[in-house]
């Protein structure tokens, strides 16, 4: 088996302060960042996004950043495939990479195989779909929502056998790949990469107003007309991009519904509730290494593990 490459990761709560420590750490130590970040991926969805700039990146070598178009779907396998070749591809060239971003979804799929068990639970959506399968009626209507997925699961799951048919489609949502096609991932493919990997902590209050703070400065710098800007591009109200915090909540206010103060409350809430899932997410992962970025310390602290 070929010797493992070294993979870092620099994740934890949105407005964390995760990019500025990378940055300064990949300058230092000469690495390339890629992005992890579900939607920093899409084009012309900057302010929203809180995507670096040219002048926050500071000549590092940044990848994974303006992938595909706001029309697009892009699925967790999907960005799993683009960040293993980048890897090779940069580690071939001599150059070594620090993944920095919160989406713990993306991070789970590079450091475990992405097979079914893999895929975290989405309680939501299981409850949507369980509220459908109440009826004979609407579990047969949820069992062909999967046989359009999925043929082959459909198949061989009874129509009644509600708890697996939500699994199924779970799984196929949450990756882009049908569930009887779940990759079964190889150790010796597993094996390829070592990781080390630090979250940003913070105490909740603090993080909190940060993230108050971030969304007033995203009003500030123009956040409704970047939505409508990508609405008059013809991105569809529900394409996969505008379903992410600041661009669903700001439709309605584009469409005069409430004003775009309401927006703004509404963006902070949601954005409160998602550092929490992030938080309660990554607490799942054992080899993760936490650090207090309120400490004088955190940067030191970072690098030492990291390097």
């Known amino acids: ?60 070598p940044h990848h994974l950043l303006d992938i595909c178009e706001p029309t697009e779907a892009y699925s967790v396998s999907d960005y799993r495939e683009a960040a293993e070749k980048l890897i090779t591809d940069l580690h071939g060239r001599g150059r070594e990479v620090l993944f920095v971003g919160g989406t713990a979804l993306y991070l789970q799929s590079l450091i475990h195989p992405m097979g079914m068990g893999q895929i975290p639970a989405n309680p939501a959506l299981r409850e949507e779909l369980n509220r459908e399968a109440v009826t004979p009626e609407g579990r047969e209507a949820l069992h062909a929502k999967l046989a359009e997925m999925d043929p082959e699961t459909a198949a061989r799951l009874p129509v009644n056998d509600v708890r697996r048919v939500i699994r199924a489609m779970e799984v196929t949502l949450a990756t882009g790949i049908p569930f009887s096609r779940q990759p079964k991932r190889d150790t010796e493919i597993l094996g390829q990469f070592r990781w080390k990997v630090v979250s940003t902590a913070m105490e909740r209050p603090v ?22 800007s990508l609405l008059d591009r013809g991105v569809p109200e529900n394409a996969q991009s505008m379903c992410g915090l600041g661009y669903k909540e700001m439709i309605p206010c584009i469409r005069g519904e409430y004003s775009l103060e309401d927006a703004a409350e509404a963006i902070r809430t949601g954005t409160r509730h998602y550092a929490k899932r992030q938080m309660t997410f990554l607490r799942r992962e054992e080899q993760i290494r936490y650090v207090n970025t309120e400490s004088g310390t955190a940067y030191d602290e970072i690098r030492r593990y990291l390097l």
């Open 1 to 60: 088996m070929a010797e493992s490459i070294i993979c870092r990761a620099l994740t934890g709560p949105t407005a964390s302060g995760k990019t500025a420590l990378a940055v300064r750490l990949a300058k230092e130590a000469g690495w390339d960042i890629l992005c992890m970040d579900s939607m920093q991926i899409y084009r012309g969805m900057d302010i929203g996004t809180a995507k670096p700039t040219a002048e926050e990146r500071q000549g590092v």
């Open 207 to 228: 993080l909190y107003e940060r993230i108050n703070r971030r969304v007033t400065e995203m009003i500030r710098a123009g956040l409704r007309k970047e939505v409508e």
